[in-house]
């Protein structure tokens, strides 16, 4: 069965970096693009970055430029390295995938992770 299962998340001080993997299994992940989102407490669930199954990304204009999304087709992993983390990134951090093309809606993601809390303190 699929399975996505994320870690690297934690308590870090605002500047500080942080490097998110999740794990899939379960599906051809080379045919996938694979999705970060965000949920802080009492908001809706929010975009990060995705990357295409060949490598092509796309980033929030809130991570742009502080965030990077990589993958490892061969070891069926996605990252997202975090850099110059603030405040305002603190969130449960989903990874997700869907078939095929990239996309920023949540919606059309057919597999979600459980989720790794990442708390930047000020």
């Known amino acids: 069965q699929v399975s996505l299962v994320e870690s690297g998340g934690g308590l870090v001080q605002a500047g500080d970096s942080l490097r998110l993997s999740c794990a899939a299994s379960?599906?051809?992940?080379?045919?996938?693009?694979m999705g970060w989102f965000r949920q802080a407490p009492g908001k809706v669930r929010e975009f990060v970055g995705t990357?295409?199954?060949?490598?092509?990304?796309a980033y929030a204009d809130s991570v742009k430029g502080r965030f990077t999304i990589g993958r490892d087709n061969a070891g069926s992993t996605v990252y997202l390295q975090m850099d110059s983390l603030k405040p305002e990134d603190t969130a449960v951090y989903y990874c997700?995938?869907?078939?095929?093309?990239?996309?920023?809606?949540?919606?059309?993601?057919?597999?979600w992770g459980q989720g790794t809390q990442v708390t930047v303190s000020s």
């Open positions: 379960g599906f051809k992940f080379n045919w996938y693009a």
């Open positions: 990357v295409s199954g060949a490598g092509s990304t």
């Open positions: 997700a995938a869907r078939p095929t093309s990239t996309s920023s809606y949540a919606r059309d993601y057919n597999y």
